[in-house]
């Protein structure tokens, strides 16, 4: 009978055999593994290393003088704008214009019913024709002492409070007479013949057209730039086609507080009164040219959230440069920093191209310049 130590050598000699050979297997498998993988690494690797040029359509920067303005939003005034209105109460008798006519400094547009003011100036001129024969009565007795000192001075009083009272009735009459203060065309009258109207009533509107006011507002941060007399050119799409220039009249000596814009007014001749007041106007404030100013297409910049930058390509690859821009002009774009004169930018084919990889570059027109 075999004893226990040989059973025990012999379960020893056979378990051990089945294991190595799985150890083995394994460390088989995992070289294999690794193996391949190394291999598909490097023919990546390769396969990028020989991929071919990515075309792209580039340009080289360059400098120029660029036209400086502050671009606003405003309104028209006229100069010269007024509500005619009646100064006293009084009937409507007659009406001397046409609704969108022209019309002279001084010219009689409204009369109201003024007949009991001139009785009463008749009464007046009777009484001071009186008072003045008085006074001339006395003048000549005075000096024989047949009229005392006193009495002639109360005649000479009489004259005057009737010449007076004559000045008075003149003036009330007048008043029942609304006038044109000065020559412009008059809008849509709000009245009619035989109307009753009370003193303040509007009738009319009337507009000198041949010099307007331009309001607009810039902020506060341009407020260097604004100076009285500076050049400004307006546009409005009522007449797109056409640019009238003016001069600022006038700056307001204070800063809103609720927009911290300042308020600006530009005087223009409109000699043809092709624009009218209340017009809406796209404002330009000229300023002096920026010398050697970098401008760019808008397609170049690449917006993300570390910021802006464009592709400039170096040994013809793409190498990414942080820019940082300014004043937009139509299509393009100026470039405050980041970019040099002689620099070849990416302008279209941007999302093809890694930063890095090799780049073939189709030299691109540069874009019209924007007006």
Not at 60 to 87: H, N
Not at 232 to 241: C, G, H, L, Q
Not at 347 to 358: F, H, I, S, Y
Request: proline residues 6%.
């Amino acid at each position: 009978m075999p004893s226990a130590s040989s059973s025990s050598r012999r379960w020893l000699g056979l378990r051990p055999k089945p294991f190595g050979i799985t150890l083995v297997l394994l460390i088989c498998a995992a070289a294999a593994l690794f193996a391949w993988r190394a291999g598909s690494s490097s023919a990546s690797a390769k396969a990028t290393a020989e991929a071919p040029p990515t075309p792209v359509a580039a340009m080289v920067v360059r400098t120029e003088t660029l036209p400086r303005a502050i671009e606003a939003i405003g309104s028209l005034q006229a100069v010269r704008q007024v509500i005619l209105a009646s100064e006293v109460a009084g009937r409507v008798t007659a009406i001397n214009f046409d609704a969108g006519t022209d019309v002279a400094e001084g010219a009689a547009l409204v009369q109201l019913y003024d007949a009991p003011l001139r009785a009463s100036r008749a009464v007046a001129v009777s009484k001071g024709r009186f008072a003045q024969l008085q006074e001339k009565r006395s003048q000549g007795l005075a000096p024989s002492g047949f009229v005392t000192q006193e009495t002639l001075q109360q005649r000479q009083e009489d004259l005057k409070q009737a010449d007076a009272s004559v000045e008075q009735l003149d003036a009330q009459i007048a008043q029942t007479t609304i006038r044109a203060p000065f020559a412009g065309q008059i809008g849509l009258r709000k009245v009619n013949l035989g109307q009753y109207v009370n003193a303040g009533d509007a009738l009319a509107t009337l507009t000198a057209l041949d010099r307007l006011y331009a309001n607009f507002t810039v902020p506060q941060q341009r407020l260097s730039n604004l100076k009285v007399g500076g050049a400004v050119t307006i546009r409005t799409d009522a007449f797109p086609d056409r640019v009238f220039e003016a001069t600022i009249n006038a700056i307001e000596p204070q800063v809103a507080e609720d927009t911290r814009n300042v308020l600006v007014q530009a005087l223009f001749s409109n000699p043809d009164r092709l624009l009218r007041p209340g017009l809406f106007v796209m404002v330009n404030v000229v300023l002096p040219p920026q010398l050697d100013a970098i401008v760019v297409p808008v397609t170049a910049i690449q917006t993300s959230a570390s910021g802006e930058s464009v592709l400039v390509v170096r040994d013809n690859k793409a190498v990414g440069v942080a820019v940082r821009t300014g004043q937009r002009i139509g299509e393009r774009v100026v470039v405050e920093h980041g970019l040099s004169p002689g620099d070849h930018i990416v302008t279209a084919g941007q999302l093809r191209v890694m930063p890095g990889a090799a780049v073939q570059m189709t030299m691109a027109e540069t874009p019209e310049k924007g007006r």
